[in-house]
């Protein structure tokens, strides 16, 4: 029996036009990559997919934005999107999310291909709807034996040497605001990138503050005034610069991080770029959708 | 959070058009007794499946078959069906499978509602795909202590209490052909239909064979010749009266039941009607649905 | 790594220490045929277990009953045994019930199955409790594609010749008294196995009955009455001559079904003997489990 | 029904017998604040495990380690000790790790959990092995909105205030020795907790280092020689002070943490005293297994 392979982007979403390019960066290098695969995309969030429905119920919003693709506005869930899949004949899929840390969103995703392949064992093989479903991991990589996360931490800070370089002819210390989270101690992940960067850019300050956890931007202002730091270059760590970079990070109010270290004393430059904007950390996803592929024994031809 | 449910049918499917009024006469029932609810189809064969999708892209099938109703022309699988209704906004399901007896493929059912629960139990609660799920059970019931078999059983004996009084009004024996099987011991469920039958209809001699595995024609023929009967009225036991009625059960070739019933010199008057069509039966799918959402706490409003 | 293989057999239990020799049969065939390797008792049913707990409490009874082994008087859960097992090292086990017919008790069992090996699965292989699990099946066979359940129903029947040889010399009816249920439709098995004996032994009327659920004492006796059957040879079709062969087929009560037999005018001989004891049914369970272990490639050296 | 309830302690276990005291102190706690349940330690380190079983069969052993509890010299596996216990009747099992920090082993024992929770589903409620059962999270916390981690993580530094007093007293800083490891971005625990402990103690410079992973001793140094700091209070960061502490932390070895350490010009204490041994943090334990059975409503009377 031959077998279907496709390739299917989880994404938490965004409403903010400008910072779906972070997105539809990535499935355009997946794209030039499995040029032969179908490459679809899915929202995970459900509040962003509901928005984007009424966008596309919405003829005035379709005339004022033209460019959104169709793979945007008709967005649907994971798996919905892996059961279209199925009904269309593919068996064999590639779930690679656009996280950037092993969070419980990815061991979410974990239970879904779990469930997927627990699917019509009764009756063996023939009849099950998935032949293997394999999950890459994020960015910043997982927990397991065969890709040690540090590796994956180090190629991770290799992707944004671009950054550390920006820093640097600007003397300012560099620093990204992640998301972060309260309900799973993930805060490892970032703390070892940034320390990472400063591994291998040591004449350039690298700081990582999450919106939600640790480390907090009082723990970065900490740093920031420990150090001989006058200058920051500020960053988001996400993937798209959707409302957390537009607002929290760099928006005018006064309590957004650019306010509150200008209040500090700093001189910020703020950047909203998505890191998915930045061609070698979108490869990053598609190199972990290969490893995935490989170690699934799934022929992405 | 209010939740939102919806019905799927779980058809194995036909490629026969005049057997469609068998499962849509379900769908039709069930659409009576809840007219605020979805009810969606699928179908579970994919060789079915795929034929239908080959007819509805065949301008010339469908310029030749304008009543084949769009649910059939774009029947899907069971899990693209479900994963449409959560992109949609639906959380309760009520999986109704139009099945005769428990086997395999109503096993396998039920790995899909486990699977399909399972998913999104990390974050718990708010983020898991589905509220509730229900698999209601088959027309002649299955195993558990709520809805004891035999009542299932039972039941459908009296729904069938028209072909009894066809078979009795022209003396002859009532033989059903069931489609049983060769992997599934599920026979017990035919034999105690064929039992009761013969409680509720005591003059009536009524008897069921299988396509597949136990009992066979040769042992309806052996207890046919055991009793007094001279004319035998065959009917199929199956949701419709497809493939198997038109050709296996009353065709022209001579190992088509009738023939060979002929040959043993029986007078036989073959009925292509499908147990869907009997409204009686088909409300025993409408009525499992109900109870299996009553038992899940799914409100069918 | 090497593995280590043991076998665990499955059985409701009894506490009628007459009955406990077709249970001890069939352990003692296992052994001769594996005696490498450990064969454990389990029992399945709670209330037997305590039984036996404060037997083995009980220095009256242990005085008394010099001759029950030390698997009984310390018999313990299915899971407890597996669990003792890997605590030795044993990683490998081949869970061989010693039901008779597929039924809810044979479908649990494959959620042990299942659970055990789902365990430890997020460090992979190394720290996994158990390398392989397989579940043997019961005497009449399961659902499946590799093993057909008519087949085993068959060998079933060549196994019980010893049985219609003894009601042909009697010139009596062999009805046997199987256990059933109320929540399962397994009676196929049961009358498939009654008219696989017909078949084998023309000149020998077979019939089983079943304590609860389809077909019942009524049924047979309807049987016997439309032949012509005087005499009766009633046996236990369990695997054991526990409670229900002493008191339910044999007893004086009025109601038993020696006494109802009797009273519908058959003469009737009752020969209280498990099948376990039957040395070629006992065997079926070894090569149940021997089938089960090279299915799932478990070498039972 | 009445369920009866029973605590399981899962520990990695440890050779060293002086260690053990570490364990034992938890055993303890937890037996203080449950009379009536039964305790029951297991060990997950399969080599851990088979040394004492070697232990406890070697007569010379004994004699000289006369006061080795039983429970140690007996250890099992987590599933024997839970099997063990459904087979005396209890179907209600608190399982509660001695986990520092929520990683793979964590995950797996939710594995183990959620398997002996899905065994006996097929006949439902009263045929389940198990009612209920909870897994406690680590003293470092877990993911899942119910217990933020960051609460847990400053519970355990107050815990942990007799080393700041006492490092305050030598005007050291204090270092700790963590397990860490190479698979599991679990260090975002470790450093929010050195961050918390400074947070608390602003005044004494308390530093977290891994065996493996991240952060590293090499992290560590580089952070003390930015500070003014000259003496260390080393002490580990683990539930026992086992092999780890007695060579890898104060071993006389030149690559010890306390050689290493005096060789970059420290003067260094090292305290040979597992977290296990300190009232405080091992109440954290007692107090994570008594919210778990409150989650689960399990009554722990």
């Known amino acids: 029996m031959e077998h279907k392979a496709a390739i299917v982007l989880a994404m938490f979403g965004t409403t903010v036009e400008s910072a779906l390019k972070g997105l539809l960066n990535i499935h355009a290098k997946m794209t030039v990559r499995f040029p032969a695969i179908p490459v679809r ?3 995970t969030s459900n509040i962003i997919r509901r928005r984007w429905q009424k966008r596309a119920a919405d003829p005035a919003y379709l005339h004022a934005h033209p460019d959104i693709p169709v793979e945007i506005l008709g967005v649907r869930t994971v798996l919905a999107v892996i059961a279209d899949l199925q009904d269309q004949g593919y068996d064999s899929i590639v779930l690679q999310p656009t996280h950037i840390a092993m969070g419980e969103e990815y061991l979410d995703l974990g239970t879904y291909v779990d469930s997927l392949l627990r699917m019509g064992t009764v009756k063996k ?4 709807p998935f032949h293997k479903i394999a999950l890459g991991r994020p960015a910043l990589g997982t927990y397991g034996p065969i890709h040690p996360y540090a590796d994956d931490i180090t190629a991770a800070a290799k992707a944004l ?6 820093a640097r002819a600007a003397r300012a210390a ?8 309260e309900h799973f101690p993930s805060a490892g992940s970032y703390v070892e990138l940034a320390r990472r960067m400063r591994t291998l ?3 350039v300050l690298t ?5 939600e956890g640790f480390p ?7 740093e920031l005034q420990r ?4 200058r920051v270059l500020l960053k988001p760590f996400m993937v798209v610069a959707g409302d957390h970079s537009v607002k929290d990070m760099a928006g005018p109010e006064e309590d957004s991080w650019k306010s509150v270290l200008e209040q500090e004393g700093f001189e910020v430059h703020a950047v909203e770029r998505g890191l998915g904007e930045i061609d070698d950390f979108a490869n990053i996803f598609v190199r972990n959708a290969a490893e995935a592929a490989a170690d699934a024994g799934i022929f992405l031809k």
Chains 1, 2, 3, 4 share one sequence.
């Open 216 to 222: 907090s931007l009082d723990d970065v202002i900490g």
């Open 174 to 181: 560099l620093v990204y605001m992640g998301h972060g989270n």
């Open 207 to 211: 700081l990582i503050g999450n919106v």
């Open 41 to 43: 995309i899915a929202f």
């Open 125 to 128: 093989t023939k009849y099950k």
């Open 201 to 203: 850019h040591p004449d």
């Open 161 to 166: 040497a671009a950054d550390a370089e920006m």
């Open 227 to 230: 150090s001989e730091a006058k």
